[in-house]
């Protein structure tokens, strides 16, 4: 009897110890790295990170200032997005926009807006908030907006519509840091011509659709070489 019963408590500690080794196998390669490279862009441009108030987060601007991404510090807070991209609308203008034609809600003044709403979750902090604690939280709370592009080597965060925010896993290796990624489906339906906008790149982007096949989109790209 006591045979059996240390065989059995041989199996059951087995199976313990191939559980952990699986769940250890199953961790979040993706969602560690997003947060250690985007540390990485933060620290190459202090200058160009500042708190938002109005938006209820911050931002990081393009080194020529014509292009923002902006993150939540607080979703039960924000504003209007939780995370958006904001940019000049005089290159589209001066395209043939016609932004009466644009979807409610995307031009203000001189700026476009281009975001999403991810939750009303109320964020707490060990420490103090700060813009890479802000979104490292982003990262472990809604960690399906974050992905990775195997072909530019770069992360990202989903913004909807087609629209993101990409930075790369590894400076060093890559001459396109950061890129502001817009669809152009909405702006060429309201009079763009987009070979004509200055400042962004028209262009072929490969992608993979829901089942996971390699397919290729048009794009408006503004990449940055921050070293």
């Not at 809604?142 to 989903?158: A, K, P, T």
């Not at 962004?200 to 048009?218: F, L, R």
Request: with cysteine.
């Amino acid at each position: 009897m006591k045979s059996m019963k240390s065989k059995i408590l041989i199996i059951a500690l087995s199976l313990t110890i191939i559980v952990s080794i699986s769940a250890c196998g199953k961790s979040d390669v993706v969602g560690e790295v997003a947060k250690t490279s985007f540390a990485s862009v933060l620290e190459a441009i202090p200058n160009q990170i500042e708190e938002d108030e109005m938006n209820g987060g911050w931002s990081l601007s393009a080194p020529d200032d014509s292009a923002r991404f902006i993150w939540s510090k607080d979703y039960s807070k924000s504003t209007m997005h939780d995370v958006m991209i904001e940019f000049d609308a005089q290159p589209f203008v001066n395209a043939g926009l016609n932004v009466n034609k644009l979807p409610k809600g995307i031009a203000f003044e001189d700026k476009i807006m281009l975001g999403t709403e991810l939750g009303n979750d109320e964020l707490k902090y060990s420490g103090e908030a700060t813009p890479s604690a802000s979104f490292n939280q982003l990262v472990d709370i809604y960690r399906d907006s974050i992905g990775y592009h195997e072909v530019l080597d770069h992360y990202g965060v989903d913004l909807g519509d087609g629209n993101k925010f990409e930075w790369a896993k590894d400076m060093s290796s890559n001459d396109k840091d950061i890129v502001f990624v817009v669809d152009p489906e909405i702006f060429i339906e309201a009079g763009v011509d987009p070979d004509k906008v200055q400042g962004w790149v028209y262009a072929s982007v490969e992608v993979k659709d829901d089942s996971g096949k390699p397919v290729k989109v048009k794009k408006f790209l503004k990449p940055f070489d921050l070293q």
